[in-house]
């Protein structure tokens, strides 16, 4: 068995079995690197379960032992690029950094592993998607405002029918989702209770849905036509968000490359108006006109 068909029966799984061996579970989805790394017994401490507990999944999910699961990592990790077990290495070792310093090491191992999981191939066929969409409606709420506004601010410069959700207005909004309509949802735990009413609009318009999130357990994954995660860890008090804004950003190179010169035109346009109108400072254009 692949990895991706692992993890595709464990999401499967989540909802129908004990909450202790779900909590073990996303810790699996989400730390695959951990799963060759450390033991069974340090896996189950770092998702905060007992190694029974890790014992009882592998059977829940119809293997006689946990190192039945270990392998289809080990398995994983080996076909993968060695820059991504030296990463994952480095991160495991690093200790003994003041705060800030560590912020940077955070946002760094975040971007890397971002890129790692995801890869180019992934990330060009979401963009695809949303590129030919016939409305996007980007469901981005509370901290992940941020990257959403980033997202819709830059995409309405490619194209049209951009829409950013807003919950007072939501289930008016969601009854308006369309087959041809795609859904970006940006996400990470703790998720809030708008995503439960976005799945719902997805799965009653049937329209596509590109989800970037910290896991692949969350409650979007299994409607998604899309899911890339990006790392939210750090050592401040709030998850970050670092990884899920350089992702909108690679989207959004994407969907250009994509949309092609019919984008590239329109922001040109876009341009020479807002120089016109005042809005950006001719003292800072160049002799080329950006």
């Known amino acids: 068995m692949k990895l991706e068909e692992f993890q595709a029966k464990?999401?499967?799984?989540?909802?129908?079995?004990?909450?202790?061996?779900?909590?073990?579970?996303?810790?699996?989805?989400?730390?695959?690197?951990?799963?060759?790394?450390?033991?069974?017994?340090?896996?189950?401490?770092?998702?905060?379960?007992?190694?029974?507990?890790?014992?009882?999944l592998a059977n829940l999910l119809g293997f006689g032992k946990w190192s039945e699961i270990r392998m289809i990592h080990s398995e994983s990790l080996r076909s993968a690029p060695a820059a991504y077990l030296e990463r994952a290495l480095d991160v495991v070792g690093s200790t003994g950094r003041d705060l800030v310093q560590e912020t940077f090491v955070s946002h760094q191992a975040n971007l890397s592993h971002t890129e790692a999981v995801n890869g180019s191939a992934a990330i060009r066929d979401a963009a695809e998607t949303l590129a030919r969409a016939e409305r996007i409606f980007v469901s981005a709420f509370m901290s992940c405002r941020a990257p959403g506004h980033t997202f819709a601010y830059l995409c309405?410069?490619?194209?049209?029918?951009?829409?950013?959700?807003?919950?007072?207005?939501?289930?008016?909004?969601?009854?308006?989702?369309?087959?041809?309509?795609?859904?970006?949802?940006?996400?990470?735990?703790?998720?809030?209770?708008?995503?439960?009413?976005?799945?719902?609009?997805?799965r009653r318009s049937?329209?596509?849905?590109?989800?970037?999130?910290?896991?692949?357990?969350?409650?979007?994954?299994?409607?998604?036509?899309?899911?890339?995660?990006?790392?939210p860890n750090g050592p401040s008090f709030f998850p970050s968000i670092t990884a899920a804004a350089a992702l909108v950003e690679s989207l959004l190179a994407a969907m250009l490359a994509s949309l092609g010169e019919?984008?590239?035109?329109?922001?040109?346009?876009?341009?020479?108006?807002?120089?016109?109108?005042?809005?950006?400072?001719?003292?800072?254009r160049s002799k080329k006109g950006t």
Do not use: W
Request: hydrophobic share 45%; charged share 25%; net charge negative.
């Open 10 to 56: 464990l999401v499967a799984a989540l909802p129908d079995i004990p909450a202790k061996v779900q909590r073990g579970g996303r810790y699996v989805l989400d730390h695959p690197d951990d799963v060759v790394i450390y033991s069974m017994r340090e896996v189950a401490e770092r998702a905060s379960v007992s190694p029974a507990t890790l014992v009882r």
């Open 206 to 231: 049937g329209a596509g849905l590109v989800c970037l999130s910290d896991s692949r357990a969350s409650p979007l994954t299994p409607l998604a036509d899309h899911v890339l995660l990006f790392g």
């Open 262 to 284: 019919e984008a590239k035109d329109r922001i040109g346009a876009i341009e020479q108006d807002l120089y016109r109108s005042g809005i950006y400072t001719t003292s800072q």
């Open 156 to 202: 309405r410069m490619l194209r049209d029918d951009v829409v950013v959700l807003d919950t007072e207005t939501l289930p008016a909004e969601l009854l308006s989702l369309r087959e041809n309509d795609v859904v970006l949802a940006i996400n990470f735990q703790p998720y809030s209770r708008e995503i439960l009413q976005v799945a719902e609009g997805v």
